[in-house]
């Protein structure tokens, strides 16, 4: 058979519209084979495709089905001869919705679009055959292979949209269920059987023993990234909060450090799940301890081995009364003279007076702490004497409190 006259001789293969290189009596000849490249493709989805790799049967079949015959509907009746796009809007959305449901079942973008890929290689060996036997002129063979691979890549783009977005849908939902789980577990008054079913809807498994993570705000970004789904994880408070399983051994330890990175970030005591609210409480009286703060801003620390100086902030108002109250013989000095005397306190209070061990901590001579000391004892007098003076001098210098 001879085909009609084709389009002019400027139309230029390779645009974005390909299918507008054909003349319309394409349709014609291909439309009554159609049905067989229909079935061919659908035969061979399940059998190269192991994700589809189930018969396409039931409502799961009929989606398939549909999408197949309105692809080549579109391609070969619609477009030959015609400078319009792939897709019309309803076109358009059929495929995106497709990418939706792929979405929602769970398979991954990669299969759908290797099934597209598979769609677009039998359909061109088929249509090539078909060509044949109908006596398709072989220069219109080039527009006809194009326009199939550019109209799969149509389809893909609003599938890939559709999946996008409704991953995206996911994610957010998922991540507002995440967090408010972790807002509830850290109430300390969430019964058992409610957490697990919040647990569930949020795609997170509770562990048996947990630790918090708190991380200030200027460090959190990543956070979700480095910790992976394994983590709760919310930084609406001013604070990025993260719950996780609790690490075992010391290199379980150093891993979550290194995910952590270089990261300020303190790691709560270990506690069953139930109490996450008291990891996190003593990991955030460490975060904000100015005490502790002098340790180094970009680390990730443990509350266990910090738990003296922790154990000093627990009431800071308290101990600020007792501050003022221990420290008040310091006001007359000036203040100069108050910071040096009392780092130099502390120092002799926490190697019990030996004067070497003082000196090489200072940094200073032996005799220069002798000097001090006797200005120390110009200032408290008696008191340096009475064993629960010193306590409480030693207990308020090692909260972080200063004179004036």
Known sequence: MTTPAGPAESKLIGSEMPWSALP???????????????????????????????????EFGAAVRRGVEIALARLFMDL???????????????YRQIGVGEARTGRSLEALLSAYRLGARVTFR??????????????????????????IDEISAASIEGFTEEQSRQLGERDRRRESLLRRMLTGNLPEVEA????????????????????????????????GDDALIS?????????????????????????????????????????????HRAATVAAVSPALARDGAAAVRWVDDHLT????????LVMADLAARCLAPMEQLRPEQRDRLADTLLVWLKHRGERGRI??????????????????????????????????????????????
């Not at 319309?24 to 061919?40: A, G």
């Not at 930084?235 to 450090?257: F, M, N, Q, S, W």
């Open 80 to 94: 030959p001869g015609r400078d319009e796009p792939a897709l019309k809007p309803d076109t358009r959305a059929v």
């Open 309 to 316: 100086a922790i154990a000093l902030q627990a009431d800071p």
């Open 359 to 404: 000196a090489e901590e200072l940094h200073v001579h032996p005799q220069t702490v002798g000097y001090r000391l006797g200005q120390l004892r110009d200032v408290f007098a008696d008191d340096l004497d009475d064993p629960d003076r010193r306590f409480d001098l030693e207990l308020v210098l090692r909260a972080g409190h200063r004179p004036g």
């Open 196 to 227: 697990r079913r919040l647990a569930g809807r949020a795609g997170w498994t509770i562990p048996a023993r947990l630790v918090a993570v708190v991380v200030p705000t200027e460090y959190a970004e990543g956070l979700r990234a480095a910790l």
């Open 24 to 58: 319309r009596e394409v349709s014609t000849l291909l439309s009554d084979s159609l049905p067989e490249v229909v079935e061919e493709i659908v035969s061979r989805i399940p059998q190269e495709v192991p994700e589809y790799s189930r018969p396409l049967e039931g």
């Open 235 to 279: 930084g609406r408070t001013g604070e990025a909060v993260a719950l996780l399983r609790a690490p075992e051994t010391r290199a379980e330890r150093d891993r979550l450090a290194a995910r952590l990175g270089r990261r300020s970030a303190w790691v709560g005591p270990v506690r069953d799940w139930d109490k996450a609210e008291e990891s």
């Open 126 to 151: 088929a249509v090539s055959a078909i060509a044949d036997r109908v006596g398709l002129e072989p220069r219109l063979m080039l527009p006809l292979g194009e326009s199939i691979f550019v109209y």
